[in-house]
Nanobody
């Protein structure tokens, strides 16, 4: 079994910062891509940022130059540093990983349960 567990969400004032973490555990052979998605009330889940095993990154336009994604391959952990937060960043943030649980496994998507980020004064 594979688990993704997020941490670091909370309430922050506009202009503030938060750092999210997500650790993958369980039967893991390799992790290709890790990323963060978010879902605001009444909206569909959307990509925030992704990072490959070789540290290639991709960001959604609304978060470029404010958010930074990074990963520690030795710890199977991905981070999201969020700066200059805005009220529109309020959402549940979900960790995602495409990984293989064994050498014979073709790979599949795994999701965390989410962590709430609220940006409000």
């Amino acid at each position: 079994q594979v688990q993704l567990v997020e941490s670091g969400g909370g309430l922050v004032q506009p202009g503030g910062s938060l750092r999210l973490s997500c650790a993958a555990s369980g039967s893991i052979f390799s992790i290709t891509t890790m990323g963060w998605y978010r879902q605001a009330p009444g909206k569909e889940r959307e990509l925030v940022a992704q990072i490959t095993s070789r540290a290639g990154t991709n960001y959604a336009d609304p978060v470029k130059r404010r958010f930074t994604i990074s990963r520690d391959n030795a710890k199977n952990t991905v981070y999201l540093q969020m700066n200059m937060l805005k009220p529109e960043d309020t959402a549940v943030y979900y960790c995602n990983a495409w990984l293989r649980s064994s050498w014979s496994d073709g790979g599949m998507d795994y999701w965390g349960k989410g962590t709430l980020v609220t940006v409000s004064s």
